[in-house]
């Protein structure tokens, strides 16, 4: 590790308590960037910025990117939305033509010079942006939208948690409720007690009606070859698709 001189992140969303306890090992702050297989860099914390931990960055250069709410209206500072990417002057270098053989899905993510990420987030006053997670996997529940992330990062910071996937569940009720799939760190047990001490955690660190009602124990999430965490196979399984 003492090789180490510059760190990058992309992929998955940085947690906090990733990025802390990286710091406290190395000394190095990782600069986490945000990117799509149909993209290069599109958001990135580049070297002359201070890292926020958590935080995608800024957009690139040559990137036209804002976040639109849900009538396509540009977002206020605090406020979640889609990302997007403005391509009325030019595509950046490096963007897609579009999916192979797929006319109508190119056509669905891709229109009137604006692509559809399919990402939400939202943007700091520093002009900062932050992943709430895909807009598949926003929870809507008695009202509320729960972006997965913050939960997730909310349930990092306790010792028992070494991986963690917030994905909604179906409730007659609420619509749909909170369920949090947890690995747990070694010298951990499960038990409905370790259950309800991790709910009241996330009440506290986010917010009541963000807490998961839904806590199970698991010893390995499915993830893709590249080592992303597959939420849409965890809502398959639980009857949300």
Known sequence: MS???YCVVAGEPLNPEVYKQFLDATGI???EGYGQTELTVALATYSWMEPK???M???SPGYGIDLIDDEGNSCEIGEEGQIILHTDQQPPIGMFNGYYRDEKLTQKVWHDDVYYTGDMAWRDEDGYYWF???ADDVIKSSGYRIGPF?????????PAVLECAITAVPDPDRGQVVKATIILSKNYTASDELAKELQEHVKKVTAPYKYPRIVEFVTELPKTISGKIRRVQIREEDGNE
Do not use: F, I
Not at 150 to 158: G, I, Q
């Open 3 to 5: 090789a180490l001189k």
């Open 29 to 31: 702050k990782l600069m």
């Open 57 to 59: 960055g800024k957009p």
């Open 150 to 158: 913050e939960v997730e990062s909310a349930l990092m910071e306790h």
């Open 53 to 55: 931990p958590g935080s």
């Open 132 to 134: 709430v997670g895909r």
